[in-house]
T-cell receptor
C-alpha cells in the first residue's frame, strides 16, 4: 500500500506564529484530505485537496501531486489550533490504498 | 444538517466479552467507514459499507465485523475482546465513498472510546 510520512511529528509554537506541516506520499493519489483532531478526539475535515491550492481563513493547503507532497499552512496561530493534524489519502487498490499519516502534534502556547 | 453520531461515547468491557458500536451518518450519505485509532498504530481502516454491502475491509481479524442497515446506519461488532482492542473507534460518512467517487470528503463522528480490562 501507499506509504505516508508526516513531518514534523511534534511542533510547539507561540500564539501568533505561522507553521507549515508536510505530508509526503509514495504513490499517486485520487483523494487527499487534511484533518484536525481536537483534544476531545473529533476529526474535523479541513481540506479536500488531491492537487492544487485552497485557502480557508488562516489555513491554506497545497498539494503538488507530481512531486508527491502536500503542505498545510497555519498562519497567526491561536490556542484553539492545538491538536493533531492528519493527512489522509486514497491511492487506489481498495483497502490497502486507504491510509492516514501518523500525524503532527501541534501545541500553541499563549 | 446533523453530523455523524456515534454511540456510546465511552465503553468499558472485560476480556472475552463482545461489544457493538453504532454510527448514524449524515442524512443522504450512503457510505460509512470505520477506523481504529491507537497510540501505537495510529488511524487504521477497518471496513467500509455502502448500500448494506461491505465493499472494503482492512487487515483486521474476523472478530471485527460490521453491518449497515437500509437507512445507512451502521454497527460494528468486536467479539472475544482482547486487551489490544482498547482504542478510539471512529466512523466516517460520505456520499459514495472515498474509493468510488471524486470530491468525496469524509465527515467523522466523535468516536467511541473502548477500554478493555
Amino acid at each position: 500500500g501507499i506509504q505516508v510520512e508526516q513531518s514534523p511529528p511534534d511542533l510547539i509554537l507561540q500564539e501568533g506564529a505561522n507553521s507549515t506541516l508536510r505530508c509526503n506520499f509514495s504513490d499517486s493519489v485520487n483523494n487527499l484530505q487534511w484533518f484536525h483532531q481536537n483534544p476531545w478526539g473529533q476529526l474535523i475535515n479541513l481540506f479536500y485537496i488531491p492537487s492544487g491550492t485552497k485557502q480557508n481563513g488562516r489555513l491554506s493547503a497545497t498539494t503538488v501531486a507530481t512531486e508527491r507532497y502536500s503542505l498545510l499552512y497555519i498562519s497567526s496561530s491561536q490556542t484553539t489550533d492545538s491538536g493533531v493534524y492528519f493527512c489522509f489519502m486514497y491511492s487506489g487498490g481498495g483497502a490497502d490504498g486507504l491510509t492516514f499519516g501518523k500525524g503532527t502534534h501541534l501545541i500553541i502556547q499563549p | 444538517k446533523a453530523g455523524v453520531t456515534q454511540t456510546p461515547r465511552y465503553l468499558i468491557k472485560t476480556r472475552g466479552q463482545q461489544v457493538t458500536l453504532s454510527c448514524s451518518p449524515i442524512s443522504g450519505h450512503r457510505s460509512v467507514s470505520w477506523y481504529q485509532q491507537t497510540p501505537g498504530q495510529g488511524l487504521q481502516f477497518l471496513f467500509e459499507y455502502f448500500s448494506e454491502t461491505q465493499r472494503n475491509k482492512g487487515n483486521f481479524p474476523g472478530r471485527f465485523s460490521g453491518r449497515q442497515f437500509s437507512n445507512s446506519r451502521s454497527e460494528m461488532n468486536v467479539s472475544t475482546l482482547e486487551l489490544g482492542d482498547s482504542a478510539l473507534y471512529l466512523c466516517a460518512s460520505s456520499l459514495f465513498g472515498t474509493a468510488y467517487a471524486t470530491n468525496e470528503k469524509l465527515f467523522f463522528g466523535s468516536g467511541t472510546q473502548l477500554s478493555v480490562l
